[in-house]
């Protein structure tokens, strides 16, 4: 059973301050690696796809990617009270299969 | 591009009855995907289509779960008969050809409700 593993939250952050939310993934080999934002009542939105080692940035938001430790982050700078809402982890397996298995995801609140 | 296209945005049946979502895929994605969002189980794949055809339904809950893609443009996930243990919310998503790989766009969902 691959599995994807977030922390529930909820995370509170102050407004301007730095987000960090973590990942972690059972299967070794997986390929890619998305984020997704989801407002409450809304269906998930692609934010961040990270593909390699190391950081991938995007504006306000950094991906980072650690293979070796089976394990993937964002982090988001200067957040909003926009940015309020549940970060899903999502991992595919590669290959010719498309499947993403996902986090539970973490409950972000951002403090104005 | 209108994306990922789903109705009923909301379903209320009851008990025993037959349910029938719908999902049309963007334009060009040839790989749609069924997935069911509640606050226990987080989104679960029910199924995926790739090129109109059935790949993994290792995600479908039981016989009463059934869905199909006749074509390219629209797929249905049947629920009969429909149960309270049902009700959540089910999304359907879909993504580009092989090589072009970035994740999945959702439609908006279905939210079911069995009393």
């Known amino acids: 059973q691959k599995e994807v593993e977030q922390n529930s939250g909820p995370l509170s952050v102050p407004e301007g301050a730095i987000a960090s939310l973590n990942c972690t993934y059972s299967?070794?080999?997986?390929?890619?690696f998305f984020w997704y934002r989801q407002y409450s009542g809304k269906s998930p939105e692609l934010i961040m796809s990270?593909?390699?080692?190391g950081d991938k940035e995007d504006g306000r938001f950094t991906a980072q990617l650690n293979k070796a430790s089976q394990y993937v982050s964002l982090l988001i700078r200067d957040s909003q009270p926009s940015d309020s809402a549940t970060y899903l982890c999502?991992?595919?397996?590669?290959?010719?299969?498309?499947?993403?298995?996902f986090g539970k995801g973490t409950l972000l609140t951002v403090n104005p | 591009d209108a994306g990922v296209i789903q109705s009923p945005r909301h379903e209320v049946t009851e008990m025993g009855q037959e349910v029938t979502l719908r999902c049309k895929p963007i334009?060009?994605?040839?790989?749609l995907f069924w997935y069911r969002q509640t606050m226990m189980r987080g989104l679960e794949l029910l199924i995926y289509?790739?090129?109109?055809?059935?790949?993994?339904d290792s995600g479908m809950p039981e016989d009463r779960f059934s869905a199909k893609m006749p074509n390219a443009s629209f797929s249905t996930l049947k629920i009969q008969p429909s149960e309270p243990r049902d009700s959540a919310v089910y999304f359907c998503?879909?993504?580009?050809?092989?090589?072009?790989?970035?994740?999945?766009?959702f439609g908006s969902g279905t939210r079911l409700t069995v009393v």
């Open positions: 299967d070794r080999g997986s390929q890619s």
């Open positions: 998503a879909s993504t580009y050809p092989p090589g072009d790989y970035n994740g999945y766009t």
């Open positions: 289509f790739n090129n109109n055809v059935p790949i993994d």
């Open positions: 334009s060009g994605h040839n790989s």
């Open positions: 999502a991992v595919n397996s590669g290959g010719s299969n498309y499947k993403l298995t």
């Open positions: 990270i593909y390699s080692n």
